[in-house]
């Protein structure tokens, strides 16, 4: 089986060229292998709007690592699976944003897979959002907390491969280009 690397990120701002808050879950052999979570000094300022929704502020990252000295953390488990985010196209969005913004050369694309995507397929008629998602699985979720959205994102995907999803016809190409 594929390894898949579930990751969300948190953003200072609305411009979303930056992260404040980075987590990551390793699935492995159809189970929870391994998390990662660091909060992230986006060099930036922040939004209101988005403080209050994540609960993160200047004064919490100002000791916290750059996108250049996290990534240097987190680019050998992004690159050891598929990757896998809840509305990806944001997620690896804000990615591609971080990585140009400090002029980090990465792979050209990357397969993903979007477990709203799948979820269209797999639950039609019902919202995608991720806490409605969680309440119907019964996954705990402090949304808008990186290190819970990317786990609960890993307990939704292993939902559906437990429902039989075929991923493989999910997988999606992002550029990074």
């Known amino acids: ?12 701002n609305r411009h979303n060229d930056r992260i404040s808050a980075i987590g990551i879950s390793i699935i492995g052999d159809n189970c929870m292998k391994n998390d990662f979570y660091s909060l992230v ?9 988005n403080t209050s929704l994540t609960g993160i502020d200047e004064k919490m ?19 050891e699976g598929l990757l896998v985010a809840h509305n990806a196209v944001f997620d690896m969005g804000v990615l591609k944003k971080c990585l140009q913004h400090y002029g980090i050369a990465w792979k050209k694309s990357v ?15 019902m919202s995608r959002k991720l806490n409605v998602l969680c309440d119907y699985y019964g996954i705990p979720l402090d949304h808008h907390q990186a290190a819970s959205d990317s ?3 890993a307990q939704i995907l292993l939902h ?8 493989k016809s999910h ?5 990074f280009v």
């Open 151 to 153: 786990r609960a994102c």
């Open 61 to 79: 990252v100002k000791d916290s690592p750059t996108f250049p000295q996290i990534w240097s953390q987190i680019e050998p488990l992004m690159t």
């Open 160 to 167: 559906y491969i437990e429902s039989g999803c075929d991923v």
């Open 41 to 49: 000094n986006p060099e930036t300022y922040f939004d209101d709007f």
């Open 111 to 125: 397969p993903y897979l979007c477990t709203v995507q799948i979820g269209r397929r797999m639950l039609p008629g």
């Open 171 to 175: 997988i999606r190409t992002f550029s």
């Open 1 to 12: 089986m594929t390894q898949f690397i579930a990751f969300d990120v948190e953003t200072p």
